[in-house]
């Protein structure tokens, strides 16, 4: 499922969600948390905020994003991959 800012109408989408999110100093901010059954996506310090449950299809476990309305630039990007907390040793300290 893509992930899609539209400038013109400056506001992000994400399957049937959309929320509103001007630029802050011509620039939005976006940090997404994938989970097994949501995307929590917060948007410019979290002046926005939108939760979206969903199970991403077990063929295709990506997220895309993308833009329309004008040219745009990706500054960073950081992808952190989390240790799940259900698969946990039988036996001994976390590591």
């Given at each position: 499922?893509?992930?899609?800012?539209?400038?013109?109408?400056?506001?992000?989408?994400?399957?049937?969600?959309?929320?509103?999110?001007?630029?802050?100093?011509?620039?939005?901010?976006?940090?997404?948390?994938?989970?097994?059954?949501?995307?929590?996506?917060?948007?410019?310090?979290?002046?926005?905020?939108?939760?979206?449950?969903?199970?991403?299809?077990?063929?295709?476990?990506?997220?895309?994003?993308?833009?329309?309305?004008?040219?745009?630039?990706?500054?960073?990007?950081?992808?952190?991959?989390?240790?799940?907390?259900w698969d946990r040793p039988e036996?001994?300290?976390?590591?």
């Amino acid at each position: 499922m893509p992930l899609v800012y539209d400038v013109k109408e400056r506001q992000i989408a994400y399957r049937e969600c959309k929320a509103p999110l001007k630029p802050d100093q011509g620039a939005i901010r976006l940090e997404i948390l994938v989970d097994r059954t949501s995307v929590e996506i917060y948007g410019n310090g979290g002046r926005t905020y939108m939760p979206v449950g969903a199970i991403p299809p077990d063929d295709s476990p990506s997220l895309g994003i993308f833009t329309r309305g004008d040219d745009t630039r990706l500054k960073s990007l950081e992808v952190y991959e989390l240790r799940s907390a259900w698969d946990r040793p039988e036996s001994g300290p976390p590591e």
